[in-house]
């Protein structure tokens, strides 16, 4: 097991660096959309803060190409301010002078949120040069941004080479609980799985046929699997170089004894009709194109998951953004939520939905992760996390 904050000792004026995963929605000014992750972090934070440790938070935001003022992480400091009165500062930069010169002027105690880490070019090089300035700054390093440990970064890596260090308290929740789901599951154990994107999804779906009972496929890449089991797509979305692969996953099941179940029935829409007047078809023909699960596919969906005694869900299960189509993944979000199952739901667009569907709350447990929750599934661990120091028994 590795080490956590918990585990720190002697922390009173100690410099912490937290690698946190601020990575929030943004509107086109800049304005954040939902804190989740800001608040995932916050017990850490209280945690270090309390033992009077100096806390210094290292974050990315979004995918800039330099400095942009609307990725900065300014407005998350003024919303951390709220939950830590007199105790939250900001520096613009996150190596040089400024920020050592804020590092020097921190009390016991104190919060100190460096801007946009990837502002620096060096970030996503894994620079070690650049990852040595950032160490100058501190004292002990923490990875509590598990949506991001699957990335071999300079402020979440090569940190982690440079400095005594742990995990936090939302990194080590994420790892209980999946490592729970994928070393011994409450059975039966039903995997629900969407999105676009069938070739990011194979080796988790190998991996989870190894472990789970029953695997729900929907979303876009559905339509791949659906083709490579013969039936008609007509022009849904489908991944050709992956239909032999899909194929592949299908016979896996098949030689496993697993159930892997794909949609009967969709919500589609006509592209030749102006007016894009949905219909609920059993079979695709002409130029239709499937957004949606249909009510056939929700029951039969529905009826594994009231059985489940652990389920995880990873993407929707259709357009569910459009509200033509959020139907289906709104409907099997709340079979989960009224399901006895402990219940997992991981990757951006699926804890989206989620809340979208008021039904949050019912949720046992929401991963932060979206491609890390899909490393951890394949692999067992992340990188990142790899290179974290074991606890001593």
């Known amino acids: 097991m590795k080490r956590t904050v918990k585990d720190l000792v002697g922390l009173k004026g100690k410099v912490v660096l937290v690698r946190v995963d601020f990575n929030v929605p943004v509107d086109d000014n800049g304005r954040i959309l939902d804190y989740t992750r800001v608040n995932e972090a916050k017990p850490t934070i209280k945690y270090l803060s309390e033992q009077g440790a100096k806390v210094v938070l290292l974050s990315h935001l979004g995918r800039p190409e330099g400095f942009d003022i609307r990725k900065s992480l300014w407005p998350i400091a003024l919303y951390l301010m709220k939950s830590f009165p007199n105790k939250v500062y900001f520096s613009n930069h996150v190596i040089g002078p400024e920020a050592e010169g804020r590092v020097k002027a921190m009390n016991?105690?104190?919060?100190?949120?460096?801007?946009?880490?990837?502002?620096?070019?060096?970030?996503?090089?894994?620079?070690?040069?650049?990852?040595?300035?950032?160490?100058?700054?501190?004292?002990?390093?923490?990875?509590?941004?598990?949506?991001?440990?699957?990335?071999?970064?300079?402020s979440i890596y090569a940190l982690a080479r440079l400095l005594p260090n742990a995990i936090g308290l939302l990194m080590e929740k994420e790892i209980t609980h999946l490592t729970q789901c994928l070393e011994s599951p409450n059975r039966p154990f039903v995997a629900i799985i969407g999105g676009a994107k069938v070739k990011d999804k194979i080796k988790m779906l190998k991996k989870l046929l190894d472990v789970a009972d029953t695997v729900l496929l929907g979303g876009a890449m559905a339509y791949t699997f659906l083709v490579a089991s013969g039936t008609a797509v007509a022009s849904s979305l489908t991944s050709v170089e992956s239909i032999m692969t899909a194929k592949e996953v299908l016979d896996y099941a098949k030689s496993k004894n697993k159930k892997l179940l794909l949609p009967v029935d969709h919500v589609a829409v006509r592209m030749s009709d102006k007016k894009e007047k949905k219909e609920i078809v059993d079979f695709m023909i002409d130029d239709m194109v499937g957004y949606d699960i249909g009510p056939k596919t929700v029951k039969l969906y529905s009826e594994e998951i009231a059985m489940a005694g652990q389920i995880l869900w990873n993407g929707p299960l259709g357009k569910y953004e459009d509200e033509r189509f959020k139907e289906g993944t709104f409907k099997i979000a709340k079979a989960i939520a009224e399901s006895k199952a402990f219940s997992i739901v991981g990757g951006g667009d699926s804890v989206s939905a989620v809340k979208n569907s008021g039904l949050a709350g019912k949720i046992n447990f929401l991963s932060t992760g979206g491609g890390a929750t899909l490393k951890f599934i394949e692999e067992g661990s992340l990188n990142c996390v790899e290179v974290i120091q074991e606890k001593i028994k």
Do not use: Q, T
Not at 129 to 154: E, P, T, W, Y
């Open 108 to 154: 016991d105690g104190d919060i100190l949120l460096l801007e946009n880490v990837r502002f620096y070019e060096e970030e996503e090089k894994c620079d070690m040069s650049f990852a040595r300035k950032i160490a100058k700054l501190g004292d002990i390093f923490v990875n509590d941004a598990f949506g991001v440990s699957h990335r071999k970064h300079a």
